[in-house]
């Protein structure tokens, strides 16, 4: 899951632990969004606003214009209509009181004396009326009445007047009318969600990738901060054999744990010229007192750090010197070393040694820069890792199964190569499971 190498190119330790670190944070992060009650949300408006007849409606209030609707159109006729000279005349007439008299006079039951002369002339009042019957004023008044433009007014007034017309008509008059339906609210909502940056970062990740980081979890790391995870020695299981000693074939002796420290950087293993007197298995007088010149340290987490039955285990480290150093799983019986790393002095080596073979790959990298090393194991396949970089992969029957493997430390010289100093500092050591 951590191990992309798709351009080809292996990237700087710095990067790749940066990568390492942003990819856990992003599971975390994105575990920590998924159960939240915004996203629950989020998803609930983000299936509505998708919706087809969501997206049309929207679309149309959106979209529409003003000038387009039946509303607008009929407000607009009769602004126009009331806006006309002859209308407004019409309506300062029909305001008139004489001319208020004539019409209810022509409304009454003696509307017809004002057909006859001899009935009006000798009545001031109903010749007065008469004058204004007759008048040009009363015949462009009947003219427009009987037009239907007045009638088209009044029923448009009617009809604009009422409160469904009115709340029809400022619904559509308002640009952001969307804004104010249930709808437009859901999609201000859905809108205002996706710019939190806890959604947005939801949604921009691959689920597929997502999927893959929780297939492995962090079952201990180790930044030593102190020693206590670590023992000195090679931590067999038989409390009846020594644990600690050192080998009449190295240049070294194993000095204890006195050649190892920790500080800001992680643990240092420590290879340096000292002559010691120490207890050693010589293959041909078995275990006796021996002489070093040099002087060094081996570790092993049994009983405090151990893995079984597949997972990931990855290590930062810096190497210096022509030093033998190594780090590899092993059970308390030390069937086989399984190798995180293992160097020459020059080259890292990857691969499994047992009792009876050693099948080890040089990678052909130097270890004299800090990288991180990993091992993924799964389904009895091995595959080793060097930064983002496969450097080894194979297929194995004989790792043990159902059964701990703890780590070991160590850093030596062989007698048969000049003798060096050097280090091996650890910043941290990592281990995940499924």
Partial sequence: ??????????????????????????????????????????????????????????????????????????????????????????????????????????????????????????????????????????????????????????????????????????????????????????DLRHAALLQKPDIRFFIEQDPKQMEDLRTYNLIWQDKFANRQNWQVGQGFSDKALKSQYSLTSQHNANNNGRNTTVGQKGLRIDTRKEHVKAPAWDAQKGFCDAQFDYTSDTLNSAGKLAIKNGGIVMAKVKLDGKVHHSLYLTTGKREIALQLFNTDGK????????????????????????????????????????????????YDTEVPQNEDLFLVLTSFLPKEEKAKTGYMQVSWIRAFKK
């Fill in 1 to 186: 899951m951590f191990f992309d190498n798709s351009n080809g190119k292996m990237l700087s330790t710095k990067k790749f632990e940066q990568h390492i670190q942003d990819l856990l944070q992003a599971r975390e992060r994105y575990d920590r969004v998924e159960k939240s009650a915004e996203l629950k949300e989020f998803l609930e408006l983000d299936k509505i606003v998708k919706d087809d007849d969501f997206q049309a409606k929207k679309q149309e209030l959106t979209t529409r214009r003003y000038k387009d609707t039946e509303e607008y159109q009929k407000s607009e006729r009769l602004r126009k209509l009331e806006g006309k000279w002859s209308v407004r005349c019409y309506f300062r007439r029909v305001a008139d009181p004489e001319f208020k008299e004539l019409l209810k006079f022509l409304d009454s039951p003696d509307s017809y004396k004002l057909q006859d002369e001899n009935e009006w002339k000798n009545d001031p009042r109903l010749k007065r009326l008469h004058g204004i019957y007759d008048s040009r004023r009363y015949r462009k008044y009947e003219a427009m009445k009987q037009s239907g433009i007045i009638d088209e007014i009044e029923e448009l007034r009617k009809e604009t007047s009422t409160p469904e017309f009115k709340k029809n008509n400022a619904f559509w008059a308002n640009p952001k009318r969307w804004e104010t339906t249930e709808e437009g609210k859901q």
């Fill in 347 to 394: 080259y890292v080596q990857v691969g499994l040694c047992t009792r009876n073979s050693q099948n080890l790959t040089n990678t052909g990298i130097k270890g004299s820069d800090e990288f991180i090393y990993s091992l993924v194991w799964e389904n009895r396949e091995l595959v080793w890792y060097i930064n983002n970089k496969e450097v080894g992969r194979m």
